[in-house]
């Protein structure tokens, strides 16, 4: 089964072309928060997911595995079907089941309205014929993790509307919350880092999940995240490769940006 979805995967030049980017690492808390915010997506997270030890390192499996399927090769991508499709099975409770093709959508929509979010906002506003190919491309990828491509919504506007609707109408639970205060929980050195993700992720989730989280926010801060992203998408096209481009380390052995 993973054979011929891992060559379906070919080509994904539109979302190789997004995912290169090191600024859309920054949306990581926005799009986990988002996940969580669905009660059910939560609730498997906390029944079945070592989340609450180590969130860190969790969070960087998961997204490995993402840029495995955009830049890995057919068998390191048949490889992290494998692994993705494997949990999905695994994780199942009362009145939720992670192969629920509902929270798919929602789980793998995420990351593609926070990938659109952050590429606007701290690289460059994409096109409308970019937008449409990368949409196109992570459907693709939707479909070989187990989403029916009718439940997809059919196009960039209504995929945009699904999103708003879901984020006006979830309602966070006491368990998403207790989850997000775990991601940001100081941790050694890393705690200025998780500091100033949490004040990232307050300014870019939706603000009726911010206020459901009760993260705190306001105009100076609003300001202040405004000129940082002024400031990056004007240097942007000025970084080193190094600095610009989404580290090797989380792409799969071999792959090339």
Known sequence: MTAPAAASLRNLNAARSVHAHA???AGGGRALL?????PQVAQGVAEHSDFDRDPVARLLRTLR???TLVYGDDSQVAQALDAFNGVHQRVAGQGYAASDPALLLWV???LIDTSLCLHALLVRPLSDFEVSAYYE???RIGQALGIPRDTFPPDVTSFHAYVATMNATLEVSDSARSLAREIFRPRGAITPALIAQRQLTAGLLPEPLRCQYGLPWGR???TALEVAAKVSRAVHPY???V???TPTFLLPEGAKI
């Open 220 to 222: 100076h801060r609003q």
């Open 23 to 25: 600024a859309l690492l």
């Open 65 to 67: 595995l993402t840029l």
């Open 137 to 139: 491309d992570m459907q």
């Open 243 to 245: 600095l610009s481009r």
């Open 239 to 241: 970084l080193p490769r």
């Open 34 to 38: 988002m996940q969580l915010a669905h």
């Open 108 to 110: 793998h929509a995420t």
